[in-house]
């Protein structure tokens, strides 16, 4: 079990609350990346050991160029770190995307949709975003009923780590 590091809490919800990842978290991330199921189908490789994790880890600036990243998940009582969620921006499609990724041993525990939605409000009523998007590959009918459960609708086929994948979006009416 992997627990809760020192690390700016952005958001809670009622199981769960999601802070920044640090550096410190190399071993969380690394563990994370190392199960193939767990990246089945995001299109991303392991990471190589625990000092490619941390090296990741220090280079990653989302949260001070754009304000928000991928936030790792703990459970509020017991402070394990259950995975990560969070919004992502994407300069070259200028899109905000959610994103999440758990452990195997979290799954189907409503985890991923509980920290999706709270992503979702979060990226509406503090950061004053319009549309929020999710990529999944088509294969992948978890990750997308995680999608629909956050609000998010079915609009278009495209890519997702290569692979045929499906994007789901959510806009924000006035």
Request: aromatic share 14%.
């Amino acid at each position: 079990m992997i627990s809760h590091q020192p690390g700016k809490i952005i958001l809670e919800t009622a199981r769960l609350f999601l802070r920044e990842i640090t550096p410190e978290d190399a071993q969380f991330a690394y563990d994370l990346n190392l199960d193939p199921d767990v990246i089945r189908y995001t299109g991303d490789s392991a990471f190589t050991s625990v000092s490619d994790a941390r090296s990741f880890l220090e280079k990653y600036d989302h949260y001070t160029k754009y304000g928000f990243g991928r936030w790792a998940v703990a459970d509020k009582n017991s402070h394990e770190l259950l995975g990560w969620c969070g919004l992502k921006y994407t300069p070259e499609n200028d899109e905000h995307d959610v994103g999440y990724r758990f452990f195997k041993r979290n799954w189907n525990r409503g985890y991923a949709t509980e920290s999706a939605k709270a992503c979702v409000d979060y990226g509406f009523t503090s950061l004053g975003l319009q549309t929020i998007v999710g990529r999944a590959m088509r294969e992948n009918l978890a990750s997308i009923k995680v999608l629909q459960k956050a609000g998010l609708h079915y609009w278009k086929d495209d890519k997702c780590g290569g692979e045929d994948g499906v994007i789901y979006r959510i806009t924000q009416t006035p």
